[in-house]
């Protein structure tokens, strides 16, 4: 971000962040990734070293008012009484590991649950779901830290996840969810769409009989052609038509 921007463009720079975010809390909501609980995060867009992450709320209610301010380390910046998510500790060490990450989700999608616990491949098996990447890997917070209440509550946690996603843009947490994580704020919706209807398609077709997962050049080739200029803001457009914007 050039050092020379003024205040004007600053705050225009900012407030686009917030409206996209709170848009895409709503949209995440109405597409039933995120329900009471879950959340989604953006890096400052002109602090690289903080997020930006709701108070502790439902996604589909969030407003403008509720966006608060982290650092990497999950310390609220500013003062404000409001709680914060427990679990924002995901986001800040993502953040951390993973300069190239600029915005991230965490959800329950109840239709990734069973393949948290089972050693079923979520690989794509469709091209929509080729952002995903090839590999969907697995945290197990038994691993590390024994018996716990499931949630990922601290900086030592984020980063122990953060390890297991690695440099992927998806991880599954054994019992509990998921984690994404890509480029951008739409990107990112891509990506949780996508694996939320790979995993209802696996099984689905697991029912049926075999799964025949893309190869790995179909997978880059179609999530190249997917996280593009023209697919994302045709995905964006449909996705803030159908949380209720009416036609932009
Ligand atoms: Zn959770």
């Known amino acids: 971000m050039p050092a020379s921007l003024g205040d004007d463009q600053k705050s225009e720079i900012i407030d686009a962040a917030l409206t996209r975010l709170v848009m895409a809390n709503h949209i995440l909501a109405r597409e039933d990734i995120i329900d009471n609980f879950g959340h989604v995060s953006m890096r400052h867009p002109?602090?690289?070293?903080?997020?930006?992450?709701?108070?502790?709320?439902?996604?589909?209610?969030?407003?403008?008012?509720?966006?608060?301010?982290?650092?990497?380390?999950?310390?609220?910046?500013?003062?404000?009484?409001?709680?914060?998510?427990?679990?924002?500790?995901?986001?800040?060490?993502?953040?951390?590991?993973?300069?190239?990450?600029?915005?991230?989700?965490?959800?329950?999608?109840?239709?990734?649950?069973?393949?948290?616990?089972?050693?079923?491949?979520?690989?794509?098996?469709?091209?929509?779901?080729?952002?995903?990447?090839?590999?969907?890997?697995?945290?197990?917070s038994q691993h590390e830290f024994g018996d716990t209440n499931m949630l990922v509550d601290s900086m030592e946690m984020g980063h122990s996840l953060s390890r297991t996603l690695g440099k992927g843009r998806v991880a599954l947490l054994r019992g509990h969810g998921a984690v994404c994580a890509a480029g951008d704020i739409r990107s990112v919706i891509m990506v949780s769409i996508g694996l939320r209807d790979n995993a209802a398609l696996v099984a689905q077709t697991l029912a049926m009989g075999k799964v025949t997962y893309l190869t790995d050049g179909e997978i880059e080739k179609s999530s190249n052609m997917l996280l593009g200029a023209m697919p994302l803001a045709r995905a964006w457009d449909y996705w803030v038509a159908r949380a209720g914007y009416g036609r932009l």
């Open 46 to 140: 002109l602090r690289p070293d903080r997020y930006l992450l709701s108070r502790s709320r439902s996604p589909q209610v969030v407003s403008r008012g509720d966006i608060m301010e982290f650092t990497l380390d999950g310390e609220l910046i500013g003062e404000d009484s409001r709680s914060p998510y427990a679990e924002r500790h995901i986001h800040g060490a993502i953040y951390k590991d993973r300069p190239d990450v600029n915005a991230v989700t965490h959800h329950h999608a109840r239709s990734i649950l069973p393949f948290t616990m089972l050693d079923i491949s979520l690989r794509p098996m469709f091209h929509m779901a080729s952002v995903i990447g090839p590999d969907v890997p697995t945290w197990d």
